[in-house]
């Protein structure tokens, strides 16, 4: 008797294989219904009407024989309804945006998603199969011209503030080749020139998401848009700053520094200032003649390499720095304010070290006027930085009258009291 209930079993396990197959064809009969009725441009209320109420049993249909182990022969065919049936459902939503119309975008952006997800699971089907692909060739067309549609997504995910649902949509479009292999050959996706901007909306959309990860994860492809380097780069040191990392906010400033120095002088300033502040004055050094060995006519570097030598007191020679830094830029205001600085800190040591020493009138006479002689080499640098910024006259008119003072130039001396009103 149990023998007799095994073969019965065994029976209805044969006779049932092709059942899911059967109820593949029927879904596709619907989707072409509905296919049908989605080409009538003006549906009135009970074809609109019969459109979704067909959409939604063929969708109920197909969604169980993706997964029944008695979908055989038809199981391509399903995966490739299933994708037909999203896209019918994101169409209109679709037109809605070109439209202009109001449209749900995470219901347009899901439904495009589980659309390639599907013909990316037919192809698979196909690919493991002995037979010429049927479907995979026309979806293949499909999946890659859907990728605009995911940027597309991303960019309204990101214009609604809704930061982490943009970094997923672009996420999902830098990585479109590696999900989607159906499409992993096609260069039009492989070499997209668009590469570098949805990298730099990637990681603009991870960081007011703050997910910090994902953005390091794709800086290094953003950082090549050239369009917005300078934010990338911000974005890119930022980062570290709000997760309290100072080494690598110290070590991404110096490879951005390194890229293109004279572009990023700002970012270089701040390295010395942190450099000085912390006294790693040796450290500052070395990072000044890293710039100047990967240029040695860039500006920022022989300004940088001057204010490292001006904090180390050795005027004259950072003096030389300035005077490069101010012979490639004319317009460098603060080259020709800190050699004007140099210029008047020899003249104070010089008349420093006269205090207490045993000297006749003349000597005296003599060292005073080496004094007043580094002073007035001051005079023209303070003056040029006053032509480049005279907003800021707190600081070269000050300079300045104490020029004119040790100068004895009382007439000048005064103009410049009186500018800075005291």
Same mark, same amino acid.
């Given at each position: 008797?149990?023998?007799?209930?095994?073969?019965?079993?065994?029976?209805?396990?044969?006779?049932?294989?092709?059942?899911?197959?059967?109820?593949?064809?029927?879904?596709?009969?619907?989707?072409?219904?509905?296919q049908?009725?989605?080409?009538?441009?003006?549906?009135?209320e009970?074809?609109?009407?019969?459109?979704?109420?067909?959409?939604?049993?063929?969708?109920?249909?197909?969604?169980?024989?993706?997964?029944?182990?008695?979908?055989?022969?038809?199981?391509?065919?399903?995966?490739?309804?299933?994708?037909?049936?999203?896209?019918?459902?994101?169409?209109?939503?679709l037109?809605?945006?070109?439209?202009?119309?109001?449209?749900?975008?995470?219901?347009?952006?899901?439904?495009?998603?589980?659309?390639?997800?599907?013909?990316?699971?037919?192809?698979?089907?196909?690919?493991?199969?002995?037979?010429?692909?049927?479907?995979?060739?026309?979806?293949?067309?499909?999946?890659?011209?859907?990728?605009?549609?995911?940027?597309?997504?991303?960019?309204?995910?990101?214009?609604?503030?809704?930061?982490?649902?943009?970094?997923?949509?672009?996420?999902?479009?830098?990585?479109?080749?590696?999900?989607?292999?159906?499409?992993?050959?096609?260069?039009? #996706?492989?070499? &997209?020139? @668009?590469?570098?901007?949805?990298?730099?909306?990637?990681? %603009?959309?991870? +960081? *007011?998401? !703050?997910?910090?990860?994902?953005?390091?994860?794709?800086?290094?492809?953003?950082?090549?848009?050239?369009?917005?380097?300078?934010?990338?780069?911000?974005?890119?040191?930022?980062?570290?700053?709000?997760?309290?990392?100072?080494?690598?906010?110290?070590?991404?400033?110096?490879?951005? #520094?390194?890229? &293109?120095? @004279?572009?990023?002088?700002?970012?270089?300033?701040?390295? %010395?200032?942190? +450099? *000085?502040? !912390?006294?790693e004055?040796?450290t500052?050094?070395?990072?000044?003649?890293?710039?100047?060995?990967?240029?040695?006519?860039?500006?920022?570097?022989?300004?940088?390499?001057g204010?490292?030598?001006?904090?180390?007191?050795?005027?004259?020679?950072?003096?030389?720095?300035?005077?490069?830094?101010?012979?490639?830029?004319?317009t460098?205001?603060?080259?020709?304010?800190?050699?004007g600085?140099? +210029?008047?800190?020899i003249?104070?040591?010089?008349?420093?070290?006269?205090?207490?020493?045993?000297?006749?009138?003349?000597?005296?006479?003599?060292?005073?006027?080496?004094?007043?002689a580094e002073?007035?080499?001051?005079?023209?640098?303070?003056?040029?930085?006053?032509?480049?910024?005279?907003?800021?006259?707190?600081?070269w008119?000050?300079?300045?009258?104490?020029?004119?003072?040790?100068?004895g130039?009382?007439?000048?001396?005064?103009?410049m009291?009186?500018?800075?009103?005291?």
């Open positions: 008797m149990k023998k007799i209930f095994c073969a019965l079993a065994l029976v209805v396990a044969a006779t049932s294989l092709p059942a899911q197959d059967k109820v593949v064809r029927k879904a596709r009969s619907l989707k072409e219904d509905v049908n009725l989605i080409a009538t441009p003006e549906r009135n009970k074809q609109q009407a019969e459109l979704d109420t067909k959409l939604q049993q063929a969708m109920e249909m197909i969604v169980p024989t993706l997964t029944s182990p008695e979908t055989k022969k038809e199981l391509a065919n399903a995966w490739d309804v299933k994708a037909q049936l999203h896209k019918y459902t994101f169409s209109p939503l037109d809605n945006v070109i439209k202009k119309e109001p449209t749900d975008t995470l219901k347009l952006y899901n439904e495009i998603v589980a659309a390639l997800d599907a013909m990316q699971e037919c192809y698979k089907v196909e690919s493991a199969g002995d037979k010429e692909p049927v479907y995979s060739k026309i979806n293949a067309l499909d999946v890659s011209r859907f990728r605009q549609y995911i940027a597309f997504c991303g960019q309204m995910f990101f214009q609604n503030q809704q930061y982490d649902m943009a970094k997923q949509a672009f996420v999902k479009w830098m990585n479109y080749a590696k999900d989607y292999t159906i499409v992993a050959d096609d260069a039009t #996706v492989t070499n &997209d020139e @668009n590469t570098p901007q949805i990298a730099y909306f990637t990681c %603009l959309s991870s +960081y *007011f998401a !703050k997910d910090y990860k994902t953005l390091m994860e794709y800086i290094p492809q953003a950082r090549a848009y050239e369009q917005e380097k300078a934010n990338v780069n911000q974005l890119y040191i930022t980062a570290f700053i709000e997760q309290g990392d100072t080494v690598a906010w110290i070590n991404a400033c110096k490879e951005i #520094v390194m890229d &293109d120095p @004279n572009d990023n002088e700002p970012i270089a300033q701040n390295v %010395l200032a942190y +450099y *000085f502040g !912390k006294g004055f040796a500052a050094q070395a990072f000044a003649e890293e710039i100047l060995a990967k240029d040695a006519d860039s500006r920022i570097g022989n300004y940088s390499k204010l490292v030598l001006m904090n180390n007191k050795d005027y004259q020679n950072a003096i030389t720095f300035f005077d490069k830094a101010a012979e490639i830029d004319p460098y205001a603060d080259a020709y304010f800190n050699a600085v140099c +210029y008047s800190n003249g104070y040591d010089i008349n420093e070290a006269l205090n207490g020493k045993k000297m006749t009138p003349a000597q005296n006479k003599v060292e005073i006027e080496k004094v007043k002073y007035a080499k001051a005079e023209p640098y303070f003056l040029k930085f006053r032509e480049l910024q005279p907003e800021k006259s707190d600081m008119a000050s300079r300045l009258r104490t020029i004119y003072y040790i100068l130039d009382k007439a000048k001396e005064k103009e009291t009186d500018i800075l009103g005291d």
